[in-house]
């Protein structure tokens, strides 16, 4: 299994469905919808950073680098 974890890609038309909805949901306006998916990406990848950082490194087996809060004592 590979590192990276693999998203199935969506279909075309649910992809079209999906910005008529977040365009319908921003009273039209297509520039509020681009700005409100913006801002929740943006909640989302600090959810991500924040996760990653609780999952503990004998957990993650080196999928992705953990903060370490002590010193390398093997050195």
């Known amino acids: 299994m590979s590192a990276e974890a ?3 890609t ?3 038309d649910d992809l079209k469905a999906a910005a008529d909805q977040a365009i319908a949901a921003c ?3 297509a520039r509020e919808a681009v ?3 913006i801002v929740a990406n ?3 990848e600090a959810q991500v950073e924040e996760l990653r950082a609780s999952v503990s490194a004998g957990y993650a087996r080196g999928r992705f680098d953990v ?7 093997y050195d």
Do not use: E, H, N
Not at 67 to 73: A, E, F, I, L, T
């Open 6 to 8: 693999k998203t199935p």
């Open 10 to 12: 969506p279909a075309p």
């Open 27 to 29: 009273g039209g306006d």
């Open 35 to 37: 700005k409100a998916l």
């Open 42 to 44: 943006g909640f989302l």
């Open 67 to 73: 903060p370490r809060d002590r010193k390398d004592w």
